[in-house]
């Protein structure tokens, strides 16, 4: 398997231009999760989808980020519109998660696989 | 809100040397907590991750201790190369299923 595959790998735009970061999971993973890691704030959890539906959006920023997964081998982080403070490294990752949301099991949670990162400069 | 701290920030050490990575968090109640490694302009890789109801991992030259009570979870690594040199993070499993926070990372240098 290629691994957790993200696009493109680095984009440099305008404040106000929209933004449009792709990722693809690693195949027959349940699981995709969107971070942003700046040097002020590290890594954070945006969002992530269990089986394409949003489990919890709670890491969001604002209203201008929008996560879309249409299906299981592609999902799309959306900022619109962009601002010079969204300039970070976005990383999305996939777990293989064999048991779906609904079914806690304490203790357990698969190892998370992370694609390249794209680094997003919003002049 | 579950926060998670690495101590130190950087370390830089010879080579061959054994050395302790620190991290520490402020909810007990985790589900797990896992340690990656970062190199420069890339993703994140899994070293170990440790069950709530574990106490250690090893894999090769990695060691990784967790003690919840204390909230706290030490990665200990074993002669020390120069291709270890990156960041390393601490990930903890709590306040949802699958969900992660990652502590703030070390970045280690060993010196030839």
């Known amino acids: 398997d290629a691994g957790v595959i993200q696009s493109p790998r680095h984009e440099v735009t305008e404040m106000g231009q929209e933004v449009t970061l792709r990722c693809k999971p690693i195949s027959g993973h349940d699981y995709l999760f969107w971070y942003r890691q700046t040097m002020m704030r590290g890594l954070e959890l945006l969002i992530y989808f269990n089986n394409n539906v949003p489990i919890d959006d709670s890491g969001m920023p604002e209203d201008r980020f929008s996560a879309k997964m249409p299906n299981a081998s592609f999902s799309t982080l959306k900022i619109q519109p962009s601002e010079p403070r969204d300039s970070a490294v976005y990383f999305c990752?996939?777990?293989?998660?064999?048991?779906?949301?609904?079914?806690?099991?304490?203790?357990?949670?698969?190892?998370?696989?992370f694609g390249p990162g794209t680094r997003l400069t919003v002049l | 809100k579950q926060e998670v701290t690495q101590i130190p920030a950087a370390l830089s050490v010879p080579e061959g040397e054994n050395l302790v990575l620190n991290c520490s968090f402020t909810?007990?109640?985790?589900?797990?907590l896992q340690w990656f490694r970062q190199d420069p302009g890339k993703g994140l890789t899994s070293l170990l991750l440790i069950q709530s109801s574990q106490r250690e991992q090893t894999s090769g030259r990695l060691n990784a201790s967790l003690d919840k009570s204390s909230g706290r979870s030490t990665l200990y690594i074993a002669a020390s190369q120069p291709g270890d040199s990156a960041t390393y993070l601490c990930a903890v499993g709590s306040g949802g299923y699958q969900k992660v926070t990652f502590g703030t990372g070390t970045k280690l240098q060993v010196i030839p």
């Open positions: 909810d007990s109640a985790i589900y797990n």
């Open positions: 990752a996939s777990s293989l998660g064999s048991f779906p949301v609904t079914i806690k099991r304490e203790g357990f949670t698969d190892t998370q696989y």
